[in-house]
């Protein structure tokens, strides 16, 4: 049986439910993490909450419950629902109040948790995927992990629709991000991406990667590029918690270019492949 995590309690999750007046709910009022488990072990755990912390500052979101607590109860979750190999989402939304776009800061945010299994996506690593390049809309605290992700859920379908796994979000154009992924460019032996600043979410994989590029001796810019790079471009790929590190083979929408996959991206899957287990 599997259950969830509402206000720290364990509940079936064919029993539980969330209040109608919760903020998150009619304003997306909220944040959020998801954290790859793997052999029943979270990845990257610590890098996970010192985001969802930074999130909370930036939105003058109060945790009802000390951090720690909270730790303790998603690694409860964890091993109640015996999870092995998947992700554990967590949200925590400002709380619950009768509709006013004024919150007061006596409000008590309420974290809500689940657990669902899911393997690594083999055959698209293996494989790499396509892109649908488009104008990037969305607000400009991209660097918040809020649930209102409106902008990045438009962006996506609109790929699927085009024949596309993911979107290549650009601003004028410099490309920013995907709709829930970060985005690299390889040209001259060398990675390129957005820098993190308020475009982009700077994903935890993300500054994995970085660290992995370090410890393979490759160099790794934190640069934007553009559109006009692209057509140059020795390699793409993205990453995100799902994901883990995917390459890309071929781009459409506003720019077109078909690529294949190279060797930068392999050592960094192999490197990322040897540090989870």
């Known amino acids: ?54 999130s909370a500052r930036e939105l003058d979101l109060e945790f009802s419950q000390p951090v720690d607590d909270m730790k303790k109860n998603i690694l409860s979750l964890i091993a109640k629902n015996n999870l092995q190999n998947g992700i554990v989402y967590f949200q925590i939304t400002r709380g619950e109040q ?17 657990t669902k299994e899911d393997d690594s996506p083999v055959s698209l690593q293996e494989n790499g995927i396509s892109l649908w390049a488009l104008d990037d809309i969305r607000w400009l605290r ?73 410890e393979e001796g490759i160099s790794f810019q934190e640069e934007a590029f553009t559109l006009e790079d692209i057509p140059a471009a020795e390699e793409m790929f993205i990453s995100s918690t799902s994901h883990e590190l995917v390459p890309v083979t071929k781009i459409k929408g506003s720019v077109t270019k078909k690529l294949a996959i190279g060797p930068i991206t392999r050592r960094l899957q192999k490197a990322f492949a040897s540090a989870e287990n």
């Open 142 to 214: 991209c660097d918040i992990k809020t649930i209102n992700l409106l902008g990045n859920v438009m962006a996506k379908r609109k790929a699927e629709d085009e024949g596309c796994h993911e979107a290549l979000q650009h601003r004028g154009n410099i490309v920013t991000e995907g709709s829930s992924t970060n985005v690299y460019l390889v040209k001259d032996g060398t990675i390129y991406t957005h820098p993190a600043n308020h475009y982009i979410l700077n994903g935890i994989t993300r500054l994995f990667i970085k660290q992995l590029a370090s």
């Open 98 to 114: 009768e509709r006013n776009h004024l919150y007061p800061r006596t409000l008590s945010s309420v974290l809500t948790a689940f």
């Open 1 to 54: 049986m599997d259950y969830v995590l509402i206000k720290n309690e364990f509940v079936r999750k064919d029993q539980a439910y969330i209040d109608f007046y919760d903020r998150g709910y009619y304003f997306g009022d909220g944040i959020y993490e998801v954290i790859r488990v793997y052999n029943g072990i979270p990845f990257l755990w610590e890098e996970h909450f010192e985001r969802l912390q930074r």
